[in-house]
């Protein structure tokens, strides 16, 4: 079935080491991704997207890859600081037109950083 | 920009008893999300809007799960009769069709005792 998972549901890092958090989709037909941090007791906070026309696209210390090929997506956060300590998700755009047109996005289960200082 | 509102930020209730939680998007957004978040199943899209309409509310669990959005500015999720297995943090969520990036609101934690 459709789905998007993460392959390491916790990852430790030391503070001002470079993190990297994986996920992998399914559905071949996406094609708008998004990465999205959520600290305790929070909402899910915006950090990046990408749409399937590009193969990488770059923040302020984050970098997202896209590998169409292997349905694979990644977060990279450069000089990990404490405040970055949180659950990662990545989300897929799950294109369900009705009409109107909609945008429904597919969570995956996340993983949780914890930066040690 | 005030973001995504949410009411009440905690909620605990009875078995049995109704809940009421609401939801104020980001002026502009023409899409409006309900979701569950829970431990076992994570992030659950329960239903969304387009324009005030409902249109697509085939994650809603059951029938005691009722969701309306009388205006461009509000909507509400009701439980009735609220259970146990209810107990959940759910979110509210808008988007701008043009970027689709859903922003989030704070959440209701929901304990239902």
């Known amino acids: 079935g459709e789905s998007v998972g993460l392959h390491l549901p916790t990852l430790s890092v030391q503070e001002g080491d470079n993190s990297i958090i994986n996920c992998a989709y399914s559905?071949?037909?996406?094609?708008?991704f998004i990465w999205y941090k959520q600290e305790s007791g929070k909402g899910p906070q915006f950090i990046i997207d990408i749409r399937s026309n590009m193969d990488k696209r770059q923040g302020q210390r984050v970098t997202v890859l896209l590998n169409k090929t292997v349905k694979h997506l990644s977060l990279q956060i450069a000089a990990t600081q404490p405040g970055d300590s949180a659950v990662y998700f990545c989300?897929?755009?799950?294109?369900?037109?009705?009409?109107?047109?909609?945008?429904?996005?597919?969570f995956g289960k996340g993983t949780k950083l914890s930066v040690i200082p | 920009d005030a973001g995504v509102i949410q009411s009440p930020r905690h909620e605990v209730t009875e078995m049995g008893q109704e809940v009421t939680l609401r939801c104020k998007p980001i002026?502009?957004?023409?899409?409006l999300f309900w979701y569950r978040q829970t431990m076992m199943r994570g992030l659950e899209l329960l239903i969304y809007f387009n324009n005030n309409v409902p249109i697509d509310d085939s994650g809603m669990p059951e029938d005691r799960f009722s969701a309306k959005m009388p205006n461009a500015s509000f909507s509400n999720l009701k439980i009735q009769p609220s259970e146990p297995r209810d107990s959940a943090v759910y979110f509210c969520a808008s988007s701008d069709r043009a970027k689709e990036t859903q922003y989030f609101g704070p959440g209701t934690r929901l304990l239902v005792l």
């Open positions: 989300a897929e755009n799950k294109r369900a037109y009705s009409g109107a047109g909609s945008y429904q996005l597919t």
């Open positions: 002026s502009g957004h023409d899409y």
């Open positions: 559905n071949s037909a996406s094609d708008y």
